[in-house]
């Protein structure tokens, strides 16, 4: 085996680091699923059952043909994420799943998509840009000032923080590499609030019961 890392995976925990972008090339209706392929640098290496963030929504491999893999989103989730408003030619956010041998670069993400939101503004920085989002009233409990959420897959800090609204600020290598500069205003993005945060509101629910 020598000094080749296992290749372990945990099938649905994520990072929030983006590891590359793919194109919508075709997307198919069945009755209330959308099929969609995507081309991206990294479909060749992909295997057929592995587990894979689509702007932050877990979803699984079912076909790699070249540079090109298919995946296929049920109308839960279609009704709970952006996917659902992809066309060809949209770019998405990939991340493969967290090898148990990695680090943990960003924080825990399951894949498991809240919400959307929607971006109410966008403002280019010296160096930097900062965007808006809104988001539904009835999460503003899990949405806190300096935790971490996921905007489309990208882990971010959020501040600025409302009852209905959160800002992140996004540099320029994270702007370039990522689908969040094709972001404007009135766009929809998916977003996944912090586990942590969610077992301990859950926990604090319970014993008021």
């Given at each position: 085996m020598g000094n080749k890392p296992f290749d372990?995976?945990?099938?649905?925990?994520?990072t929030g680091?983006?590891?590359?972008?793919g194109r919508v090339e075709k997307i198919e209706t069945n009755g209330t699923n959308k099929t969609f392929w995507i081309s991206s640098p990294i479909s060749?290496?992909?295997?057929?059952?592995?587990?894979?963030?689509?702007?932050?929504?877990?979803?699984?491999?079912?076909?790699?043909?070249?540079?090109?893999?298919?995946?296929?989103?049920?109308?839960?989730?279609?009704?709970?994420?952006?996917?659902?408003?992809?066309?060809?030619?949209?770019v998405v956010n990939l991340e493969r799943c967290m090898a148990m041998n990695?680090?943990?670069?960003?924080?825990?993400?399951?894949?498991?998509?809240?919400?959307?939101?929607?971006?109410?503004?966008?403002?280019?920085?010296?160096?930097?840009?900062?965007?808006?989002?809104?988001?539904d009233k009835r999460f503003a409990h899990l949405a806190i000032e300096k935790g971490s959420i996921t905007v489309n897959g990208i882990s971010l800090t959020c501040f600025n923080v409302t009852d209905t609204a959160f800002t992140v600020a996004i540099i320029p290598y994270t702007y370039e590499h990522t689908n969040i500069q094709y972001v404007h205003v009135g766009n929809a993005v998916n977003i996944e609030f912090?586990?942590?945060?969610?077992?301990?509101?859950?926990?604090?629910?319970?014993?008021?019961d």
């Open positions: 372990i995976y945990l099938a649905t925990m994520f680091i983006i590891e590359n972008i060749n290496e992909l295997k057929t059952d592995q587990s894979l963030a689509h702007n932050g929504v877990c979803l699984t491999v079912e076909e790699v043909v070249a540079n090109t893999h298919k995946i296929t989103a049920i109308e839960e989730t279609l009704r709970k994420s952006n996917l659902g408003a992809l066309k060809v030619g949209s990695g680090r943990l670069d960003g924080h825990i993400v399951q894949g498991h998509v809240d919400a959307t939101a929607i971006c109410v503004d966008r403002k280019q920085l010296d160096g930097s840009w900062e965007f808006v989002f809104e988001f912090d586990i942590i945060g969610k077992y301990i509101y859950r926990i604090q629910q319970l014993k008021n």
